[in-house]
């Protein structure tokens, strides 16, 4: 028996090469998503922020996911609460993986130099390790606690929760390019440091951080609704699924499970999207990339 | 000699702790004082008091945010040298007192989703070793790539609705005792009640327990099974099973050879995975009425409690660092590869 599953799993191994519509379909669940957040106020049909109708109205024709505690629309609250979480997941994971790649760069490029610069980059990677240990709710809680909350708060706290896994991923991946022999031909052609730096390590040391980016994305969405649901994170009508949940989970000890379990079902779902996105695309990127550089002639593909 | 070269892995692991939570402290002390916004007119805009240089001093010298920077530090050093953060701005109580009356019920947690995440982990890792069935190893397969997506109070809300509301099994999420004061001896909430024979709130916690346990172990059995998957399918390929069964030996104690084998990749996880079951366990907290840090932090910021925060903040990563240091020590202890200087080889 055990051999027989020796050879299946070397057999498994073995994979068919996705084409160009399988490709197509890893993306579909995060452009849904997106199309989702961009036509929200389309596509949801009252105020999010403001009370309808009479309030703890069961699912309807006219309110589909019913109303919640004072009469807001749940369906609009939450087709808006997704704007809110895509909108801060894009932010912070471009933030986040841009900022991490220059920070990483600078690190592993600087770190084993001597005087204040090499100084500077290892006092950052030691400060780096450390944050690392911080869980990323208690940091928030933190932050939003002395700066009070608001969305430039909690995107300060969710990107210094999540810029340490690029900046990690890039420095190592600077200490394999700094190796190259690319460099030293640069640096014996006369090449300024901080050109070279930026026209051959960064596009050599991008791969790493950029297929980080989607889990960026999709623990954005984790972290903002985690610290919504215990009460620290937007504050009050804006339509955020933490808060969503939470301030319906009273009403669902009633019976009444439509303000919490609508909201909890589109946390679940878009957290899947992205993750199935994620997973699928190291393997779709360069179909996806192939036909792409067919249109446009001479583009590099810096990812594959 | 030869004993402090047979054993320096683990003492010098173990001597730098000290050195490790004192520069985490010192890092987050710049860290909270660097980032923009002020407590102090934040304080006193959410209290509705004008913002007059006295009542900013008076505030400041609450908060310990008086005098320069490097005087606060001092301070700062001070005081942690004999584990005082402050008092908290809410009780008057000192923070360390505060966080660490309620750190055991939350580690209680913790120990628990844990344990049960672990035990569903070697469950499935047998049914996905032992039957060859395709689609039983495939749905296996499939639940362990939910690591690390699904948010745990989700989960819980899910199994709210149903065990609770729908099915009524379970009581409803409102603290561990219907009724009564938990005894406090070790701040342990099950161990406490244990000691002190009040077998009736041992009994009603167990049961109160059931839901968010049960959250916790669909919610992080995942993380362990990717790992663990992963280092069966490895181990089962490796020369050492051939040899065991060309060699003839039972057919149970190649199991038991496979399983020990591939644990410790799991084992590995734990430490990384730290962080993110005490973020779980604050909002599984929160959402059951249990307390805990997470009730502690949410009531800091709700009244801007900066000492508070402060202690909060620096406890419970040392608290992490403690439990990540454990988990290094294990690590090590069950696989000498792992130790410095050894790992110069191979690797």
């Given at each position: 028996m055990t051999n027989t599953q020796v050879l299946r799993a070397a057999a498994s191994r073995k994979r068919r090469k996705p084409g160009l519509v399988r490709a197509v379909l890893a993306l579909v669940p995060v452009l849904v998503l997106v199309t989702v957040a961009v036509f929200a106020p389309a596509i949801a049909?009252?105020?999010?922020?403001?009370?309808?109708?009479?309030?703890?109205?069961?699912?309807?024709?006219?309110h589909w996911f019913g109303t919640d505690a004072v009469g807001m629309d749940v369906f609009s609250r939450t087709v808006y609460g997704t704007r809110i979480a895509v909108r801060f997941a894009i932010v912070v994971a471009l933030i986040a993986t841009i900022g991490g790649i220059l920070i990483g760069v600078f690190i592993g490029l600087s770190e084993?130099?001597?005087g204040p610069l090499g100084l500077l980059g290892r006092l950052l990677n030691q400060i780096s390790n450390y944050i690392i240990a911080v869980p990323d709710i208690i940091l928030g809680i933190v932050i939003v606690g002395i700066m009070g909350a608001s969305d430039l708060t909690l995107t300060i706290a969710i990107t210094l929760c999540l810029i340490q896994a690029p900046i990690k991923l890039t420095r190592v991946e600077v200490l394999r390019v700094r190796g190259e022999s690319y460099l030293e031909a640069a640096e014996m052609a006369g090449e300024p440091a901080l050109r070279s730096a930026l026209v051959h390590v960064v596009p050599n040391s991008l791969g790493p951080a950029m297929r980080n980016l989607p889990l960026i994305f999709g623990n954005c969405v984790i972290i903002l609704a985690s610290l919504g649901f215990i009460g620290v994170g937007l504050p009050m009508p804006t339509p955020e699924w933490g808060y969503m949940i939470s301030s319906g989970v009273s009403a669902l000890m009633l019976g009444q499970w439509w303000p919490a379990v609508f909201p909890a079902i589109f946390v679940l779902l878009s957290v899947l999207a992205v993750a199935f996105t994620a997973r699928a695309l190291p393997k779709t990127w360069p179909v996806l990339a192939d036909r792409f550089s067919k249109i446009i002639p001479n583009r590099r593909n810096s990812l594959a | 000699m030869n004993w402090w070269r047979g054993n320096r892995w683990w003492l010098v692991r173990i001597l730098r702790l000290p050195l490790d939570v004192f520069v985490f402290a010192t890092i987050a002390f710049f860290l909270i004082r660097l980032l923009p916004g002020d407590p102090v007119v934040v304080s006193l805009a959410s209290r509705n008091e004008p913002v007059t240089p006295e009542s900013v001093a008076a505030l400041e010298a609450q908060m310990g945010l008086d005098g320069s920077i490097w005087s606060q530090l001092l301070r700062f050093w001070g005081g942690m040298f004999q584990g005082d953060f402050g008092a908290s701005?809410?009780?008057?109580?000192?923070v360390t007192q505060e966080v660490f009356s309620r750190l055991p019920s939350t580690v209680e947690l913790i120990l628990l989703g844990l344990g049960a995440a672990f035990v569903a982990t070697i469950v499935l890792g047998f049914l996905y070793t032992r039957f060859s069935n395709r689609a039983l190893r495939k749905s296996i397969q499939v639940y362990s790539s939910f690591a690390t997506t699904v948010p745990v109070f989700v989960i819980a809300v899910f199994a709210l609705l149903l065990l609770?509301?729908?099915?009524?099994w379970l009581p409803a999420?409102?603290?561990?005792?219907?009724s009564g004061v938990l005894p406090v001896v070790t701040g342990f909430p099950l161990l406490d009640e244990a000691i002190t024979g009040n077998w009736r709130m041992l009994g009603e916690t167990l049961v109160r327990y059931i839901m968010p346990v049960l959250a916790m172990m669909l919610a992080y059995t995942p993380n362990l099974l990717t790992q663990y998957l992963g280092g069966l399918d490895r181990e089962i390929a490796q020369t050492t099973t051939r040899f065991q069964v060309a060699s003839g030996a039972k057919r149970g104690w190649i199991f038991f050879s496979v399983f020990r084998r591939s644990l410790s990749s799991v084992v590995v996880v734990f430490g990384l995975f730290f962080g993110s079951l005490i973020g779980g366990a604050v909002t599984i907290e929160n959402l059951f009425g249990f307390g805990g840090i997470g009730q502690l932090g949410v009531r800091s910021v709700e009244s801007i409690d900066f000492p508070t925060l402060q202690g909060f903040l620096i406890i419970v990563v040392a608290f992490c660092l403690i439990a990540m240091l454990v988990v290094d020590l294990v690590n090590m202890w069950l696989d000498p590869r792992r130790r410095p200087g050894v790992a110069a080889e191979g690797n």
């Amino acid at each position: 028996m055990t051999n027989t599953q020796v050879l299946r799993a070397a057999a498994s191994r073995k994979r068919r090469k996705p084409g160009l519509v399988r490709a197509v379909l890893a993306l579909v669940p995060v452009l849904v998503l997106v199309t989702v957040a961009v036509f929200a106020p389309a596509i949801a049909p009252f105020d999010p922020e403001r009370s309808v109708d009479a309030a703890r109205l069961a699912p309807s024709v006219s309110h589909w996911f019913g109303t919640d505690a004072v009469g807001m629309d749940v369906f609009s609250r939450t087709v808006y609460g997704t704007r809110i979480a895509v909108r801060f997941a894009i932010v912070v994971a471009l933030i986040a993986t841009i900022g991490g790649i220059l920070i990483g760069v600078f690190i592993g490029l600087s770190e084993s130099s001597r005087g204040p610069l090499g100084l500077l980059g290892r006092l950052l990677n030691q400060i780096s390790n450390y944050i690392i240990a911080v869980p990323d709710i208690i940091l928030g809680i933190v932050i939003v606690g002395i700066m009070g909350a608001s969305d430039l708060t909690l995107t300060i706290a969710i990107t210094l929760c999540l810029i340490q896994a690029p900046i990690k991923l890039t420095r190592v991946e600077v200490l394999r390019v700094r190796g190259e022999s690319y460099l030293e031909a640069a640096e014996m052609a006369g090449e300024p440091a901080l050109r070279s730096a930026l026209v051959h390590v960064v596009p050599n040391s991008l791969g790493p951080a950029m297929r980080n980016l989607p889990l960026i994305f999709g623990n954005c969405v984790i972290i903002l609704a985690s610290l919504g649901f215990i009460g620290v994170g937007l504050p009050m009508p804006t339509p955020e699924w933490g808060y969503m949940i939470s301030s319906g989970v009273s009403a669902l000890m009633l019976g009444q499970w439509w303000p919490a379990v609508f909201p909890a079902i589109f946390v679940l779902l878009s957290v899947l999207a992205v993750a199935f996105t994620a997973r699928a695309l190291p393997k779709t990127w360069p179909v996806l990339a192939d036909r792409f550089s067919k249109i446009i002639p001479n583009r590099r593909n810096s990812l594959a | 000699m030869n004993w402090w070269r047979g054993n320096r892995w683990w003492l010098v692991r173990i001597l730098r702790l000290p050195l490790d939570v004192f520069v985490f402290a010192t890092i987050a002390f710049f860290l909270i004082r660097l980032l923009p916004g002020d407590p102090v007119v934040v304080s006193l805009a959410s209290r509705n008091e004008p913002v007059t240089p006295e009542s900013v001093a008076a505030l400041e010298a609450q908060m310990g945010l008086d005098g320069s920077i490097w005087s606060q530090l001092l301070r700062f050093w001070g005081g942690m040298f004999q584990g005082d953060f402050g008092a908290s701005l809410v009780s008057g109580a000192p923070v360390t007192q505060e966080v660490f009356s309620r750190l055991p019920s939350t580690v209680e947690l913790i120990l628990l989703g844990l344990g049960a995440a672990f035990v569903a982990t070697i469950v499935l890792g047998f049914l996905y070793t032992r039957f060859s069935n395709r689609a039983l190893r495939k749905s296996i397969q499939v639940y362990s790539s939910f690591a690390t997506t699904v948010p745990v109070f989700v989960i819980a809300v899910f199994a709210l609705l149903l065990l609770y509301v729908k099915l009524g099994w379970l009581p409803a999420p409102l603290g561990r005792v219907s009724s009564g004061v938990l005894p406090v001896v070790t701040g342990f909430p099950l161990l406490d009640e244990a000691i002190t024979g009040n077998w009736r709130m041992l009994g009603e916690t167990l049961v109160r327990y059931i839901m968010p346990v049960l959250a916790m172990m669909l919610a992080y059995t995942p993380n362990l099974l990717t790992q663990y998957l992963g280092g069966l399918d490895r181990e089962i390929a490796q020369t050492t099973t051939r040899f065991q069964v060309a060699s003839g030996a039972k057919r149970g104690w190649i199991f038991f050879s496979v399983f020990r084998r591939s644990l410790s990749s799991v084992v590995v996880v734990f430490g990384l995975f730290f962080g993110s079951l005490i973020g779980g366990a604050v909002t599984i907290e929160n959402l059951f009425g249990f307390g805990g840090i997470g009730q502690l932090g949410v009531r800091s910021v709700e009244s801007i409690d900066f000492p508070t925060l402060q202690g909060f903040l620096i406890i419970v990563v040392a608290f992490c660092l403690i439990a990540m240091l454990v988990v290094d020590l294990v690590n090590m202890w069950l696989d000498p590869r792992r130790r410095p200087g050894v790992a110069a080889e191979g690797n």
